[in-house]
């Protein structure tokens, strides 16, 4: 059974930085794509960063893009999300999350993710 734990997450002023990590035991972590994902309260869960299973190749949502980076060490079976110049509306709980298969590349809908972490809230402030 695949596990994921964050981590990383607090209170920021608006226009600092977090890493999170999200660390993964259980499966080979290196054969699955990865994402993180983000819920607001009140909002429903939404895509933020997509990698690719070797790292190569990455997704952003539009609203981060160019100030979150997405990484992965797959010889430490962790994955990072890089998160700088924040704003206020980046406040959440971000989620880390696993293909739900190998043969799953990585993708912006959560339905294809089938291995999901308990959350890291992100505060920040203005």
């Known amino acids: 059974q695949a596990q994921l734990q964050e981590s990383g997450g607090g209170l920021v002023q608006a226009g600092g930085s977090l890493r999170l990590s999200c660390a993964a035991s259980?499966?080979?972590?290196?054969?699955?794509?990865m994402g993180w994902f983000r819920q607001a309260p009140g909002s429903e869960r939404e895509f933020v960063a997509g990698i690719s299973r070797s790292g190569s190749r990455t997704d952003y949502t539009d609203s981060v893009k160019g100030r979150f980076t997405i990484s992965r060490d797959n010889a430490k079976n962790t994955m990072y999300l890089q998160m700088n110049s924040l704003k206020p509306e980046d406040t959440a709980v971000y989620y880390c999350a696993a293909a739900r298969t190998i043969y799953t590349s990585y993708s912006r809908e959560a339905d294809d993710y089938g291995y999901w972490g308990q959350g890291t809230p992100v505060t920040v402030s203005s």
């Open positions: 259980g499966r080979t972590f290196s054969a699955y794509a």
